[in-house]
């Protein structure tokens, strides 16, 4: 990736006042502010939700280009995109149910920048209770108008999003989805997630330009009885079961996978063919990797290259099983996704023609500078889960989240190391927002990748490392097991100036 400044002391635009906040809910309680009645009263009283299940596919198989509406791309520098947050009549997996969504399509709109442009999203939160939009993985503003999960949308309002990338953007597979405290789980898990792709110097590269590219959002959903969409037993690829993808033989193929589930862990293999990893969630890496299995935690992204070098014929993606939990926590079992015990299908992929020229694999991508040893001491966490009567807290360091306590004070344009202790029988996959990081391995290094997720697997522990650059204000970090980071399971970190403002001017 093009290398970020080390050291820039303006801060962002001015915030916006601070969002009036509802009064904290008691613990147990959140997630739960309508009933279901409301939300079927809701839903049959928006417009009707026009799905366009599956079109969001690929630019080779659109041939004049997508349907309106479903991808918006930037133009001279701004990316326009009017966001509409739903709830009401639509489909997944092949069938009607009432859907959270965007703009009605399940997954919302493909957006798609550049390096430095603009990103301006006229959003209108028609849902019957408050909602916001977070920009996953993006180094932007988490304050104002930008990536600002503390904003609480009142149902009927209009918000602008605007927010620049900076020109020193890592391309990239990113997503947004809504992020209010104790409705996450909900939102997301039923239907609100498209992917957000940010092009830059990996873009460019002949062998990445020339292969078709597909856009894949994993996500299980199940219908209730009550007829609305949520996590559930079929494994979805854009919403649909096991849909076709064609290669050429000789040709290439580029997979831009994201993990939407909101709890579900996918292991990846492709019959025969080895994946070609060359991005990470927050950019490309310095060299392809090739491997046999992918391991893709909640929230993850991974760019994958596949070659059509087999005989000609149809070979399935596979998620193998995985177990993220060691034992029966007896932990909420409504939330659990069921364990898993053999391979499923989620994509077939077909060899249909050949290419006009052999396309080879690139080798060289792009420049990860490893970063340096912090001057500062570790900082760790512990992320645990209490039992009480009648439940379960959800913790980081023995405390449930509460948003208008800092949690982490940094210092921008410093370095830290940080490291995640789980106690917990369950994995927890965590996500920081706004600063992308590097994964330490056991020797101590960083990893030669951009990630904003990182697994720690039940009662381990596990170092990154971060940088926080160009932006003050507040974010948060959290498990990306949705329902644990609704039940409490995330915190407020503060981003101050190294400086105070007088030496800054001088
Ligand atoms: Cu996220
Ligand atoms: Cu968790
Ligand atoms: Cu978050």
């Known amino acids: 990736m093009i290398k970020r400044p080390t050291s820039r002391a303006l801060p962002g635009p001015a915030g916006l006042p601070h969002p009036p906040h509802c009064a904290r809910l008691p613990q147990m309680v959140r997630g739960s502010s309508l009933s279901r009645r409301q939300f079927l009263a809701a839903g049959s009283s928006l417009a009707g939700a026009s799905l366009a299940g599956g079109i969001y596919w690929t630019r080779h198989l659109w041939g004049q280009g997508p349907p309106s509406g479903d991808r918006y791309a930037s133009k001279g520098g701004l990316l326009e995109a009017p966001l509409e947050a739903r709830f009401g009549p639509g489909q997944v997996i092949g069938r009607p149910a009432n859907v959270f969504s965007f703009n009605g399509r399940v997954p919302a ?11 301006r999203i006229s959003y209108t939160n028609l849902l019957p209770e408050v909602s916001n939009i977070h920009y996953h993985g993006l180094h932007v503003d988490p304050t104002g108008r930008g990536d600002n999960v503390f904003l609480e949308i009142q149902p009927g309002e209009p918000f602008l999003y605007e927010f620049t990338l900076p020109p020193y953007h890592p391309a990239g597979t990113f997503w947004y989805h809504p992020h209010v ?9 039923g239907g609100m997630v498209g992917m957000l792709i940010v092009r830059a110097a990996l873009d460019d590269i002949p062998e990445i330009a020339a292969a078709t590219e597909y856009f894949m959002i994993l996500k299980d959903f199940g219908i209730r009885p009550d007829g609305s969409a949520g996590p559930g037993p079929s494994l979805t690829v854009n919403g649909r079961e096991n849909p076709t993808l064609t290669i050429q033989q000789g040709g290439l193929i580029r997979l831009r996978i994201l993990n939407a589930s909101i709890d579900r862990y996918f292991r990846l293999q492709l019959e025969e063919h080895p994946l070609h990893q060359i991005g990470t969630d927050g950019g490309g890496l310095p060299q392809r990797v090739a491997m046999d299995e992918l391991l893709m935690a909640p929230a993850e992204r991974s760019d994958i290259l596949i070659l059509g070098d087999r005989p000609p014929g149809s070979y399935r993606l596979l998620t193998l099983p995985y177990q993220s939990q060691i034992a029966d926590l007896a932990l909420m079992p409504e939330m659990a996704t069921p364990a898993q015990t053999a391979p499923q299908v989620l994509a077939t992929i077909t060899y249909q023609g050949r290419a006009d020229r052999t396309v080879g694999l690139p080798d ?5 500078d490893p970063l340096p040893p912090p001057t500062l001491p570790l ?6 889960t209490t039992a009480l009567p009648g439940g379960f807290v959800f913790q980081i360091n023995g405390k449930d989240f509460d948003h208008h306590r800092v949690d982490t004070e940094v210092l921008l344009d410093t370095i830290e190391d940080w490291e995640i202790t789980n106690s917990d029988p369950l994995d927890h996959p965590v996500h920081l927002h706004t600063n992308s990081f590097q994964i330490l391995g056991a020797d101590g290094q960083p990893e030669h990748a951009w990630r904003d997720i990182m697994n720690v697997r039940a009662q381990t522990s596990r170092r990154f490392r971060v940088q926080f650059l160009d932006y003050p204000g507040r974010a948060v970090y959290h498990c990306h097991r949705v329902a644990h980071g609704d039940l409490g399971m995330m915190a407020v ?14």
């Open 109 to 119: 709109p493909l957006l798609e920048a550049r390096a430095g442009d603009t990103i």
């Open 379 to 384: 900082r760790t966490f512990e992320f645990h």
């Open 493 to 506: 970190i503060e981003m101050q100036n190294s400086f105070p403002p007088r030496a800054r001017m001088r």
């Open 181 to 189: 405290h104790g409705s996450t789980a909900r939102q997301l898990g």
């Open 364 to 368: 060289r991508l792009v420049t990860v």
